[in-house]
């Protein structure tokens, strides 16, 4: 904690802190943005309905999820 406040970390505050990147979606929200202005809107909420029905209601319900491989 001492390091924070020693006058000889002043040019770390300038460096990028990774906790906090992984965490920053604004890159992704300026696509998303840019692309709806552009008149390409995504349409990955239109099944959003999907997944409040439960499978043993509906066993053959659409895959709606699809992992990131």
């Keep these: 904690m001492r390091a924070y406040f020693d006058n000889k970390q ?13 965490v920053s979606f604004v890159n992704v929200a300026a696509f998303v943005v840019a692309q709806y202005d552009h008149g390409l809107p995504g349409d990955s909420l239109r099944d959003t309905l999907y997944s409040f029905i439960p499978r043993f ?6 895959v709606v999820l699809l992992e990131a491989n």
């Design 10 to 22: 002043e040019n770390d505050a300038e460096a990028p802190q990774g906790s906090l990147l992984r």
């Design 57 to 62: 209601l509906w066993p053959e319900k659409p």
